[in-house]
């Protein structure tokens, strides 16, 4: 399965990408107890098979910040499950399938 970026457990700062034509654009999960607080700004995810944001896991605390297009994705265009608790602030989110 074709991510287009991954973290796990970590603190990038992921800034002005195009995400597209992947399984699943972004993914943030955690590994074990440990903390992930990746912050995601300003990216355009489009076009993937999934899901257009993955966040998961509890302690995962990912900031989704002013996403310039999360759209055209053939399932939700961000999906939070397992506990986790991210702020998503100032997105534009359209045209997802599910």
Known sequence: MSIGIEVVSADPLIVRNKIF???????????????????????????????GIRIEGQNNQTIIL??????????SGIKVLERASPKI???????NME
């Open 89 to 95: 602030i100032q997105n534009r989110i359209s045209g």
């Open 66 to 75: 002013q996403n310039l297009k999360i759209s055209k994705n053939k399932k």
């Open 21 to 51: 034509r992947c399984n699943e654009g972004l993914v943030t999960k955690t590994f074990q107890l440990y903390v992930c607080k990746a912050k995601a700004k300003l990216n355009n995810i489009t076009r993937c098979i999934g899901v």
